[in-house]
């Protein structure tokens, strides 16, 4: 399965609310995950299937979507948000993960 | 506390071989179904090889199939991923990840294991 995660960067502004969005090749149904990766950290679990948000982790994420299309949203950016963040589709193997969107302040 | 700790990382030449293991902690082992994934340098999040909790079901990714061999250790609480024959394109951080169900995801991650194969 395909993924297609745009944009590849994104620049914005403590206080703004950014979209990520993911499509597949196929559908996945809502095995759809998102997680958040700092510089020389592991991945971090944000969202899985597709809209359930982590244990922790701050309400101004969400996920949504199912079938072929996703989306992350995070409300009033806060500095601690500046990250890649990366999708993952756990429908089948091979897992695979969307190529990243760096989010980065403007 | 969960915890997944990788070891066994380092320097290798092109052509040989690294075992990697990953010690778990704070949950059910045996009954966790793993995956390692890698991340080459400045790169992307690469699903590497799956093992089910019993071992019956294992999965490779194209990229590694045959040259990898992925096992685990129920009674020692370790998860394993044999490396053979590697080359420069295997160079990355390997990370050992719990994966659960019934969605699949994975929720812990080790801290990561570097591997650089260079001569």
């Known amino acids: 399965i395909q993924m297609t995660q745009s944009p590849s960067s994104l620049s914005a502004s403590v206080g703004d609310r950014v979209t990520i969005t993911c499509r597949t090749s196929?559908?996945?149904?809502?095995?759809l995950n998102w997680f958040q990766q700092k510089p020389g950290k592991a991945p971090k679990l944000l969202i899985c299937?597709?809209?359930s948000l982590q244990s922790g982790v701050p309400s101004r994420f969400s996920g949504s979507g199912s079938g072929t299309d996703f989306t992350l949203t995070i409300n009033s950016l806060q500095p601690e948000d500046f990250a890649t963040y990366y999708c993952?589709?756990?429908?089948?193997?091979?897992?695979?993960f969307g190529q990243g969107t760096n989010l980065e302040i403007k | 506390e969960v915890q997944l700790v990788e070891s066994g990382g380092g320097l290798v030449q092109p052509g040989g071989s690294l075992r990697l293991s990953c010690a778990a902690s704070?949950?059910?082992?045996?009954?966790?179904?793993m995956s390692w994934v890698r991340q080459a340098p400045g790169k992307g999040l690469e699903w590497v090889s799956y093992?089910?909790?019993?071992?019956?079901?294992?999965y490779y990714a194209d990229s590694v199939k045959g040259r990898f061999t992925i096992s685990r250790d129920n009674a020692k609480d370790s998860l394993y991923l044999q490396m053979n024959s590697l080359t420069a394109e295997d160079t990355a951080v390997y990370f050992c990840?719990?994966?659960?169900?019934?969605?699949?995801?994975?929720?812990?991650w080790g801290q990561g294991a570097l591997v650089t194969v260079s001569s």
């Open positions: 990840a719990r994966e659960r169900v019934p969605f699949n995801y994975f929720d812990y």
């Open positions: 704070g949950f059910t082992f045996s009954s966790s179904t």
């Open positions: 093992i089910s909790s019993s071992s019956r079901t294992i």
């Open positions: 196929q559908t996945i149904n809502s095995y």
């Open positions: 299937a597709a809209s």
């Open positions: 993952q589709q756990s429908y089948s193997f091979p897992r695979t």
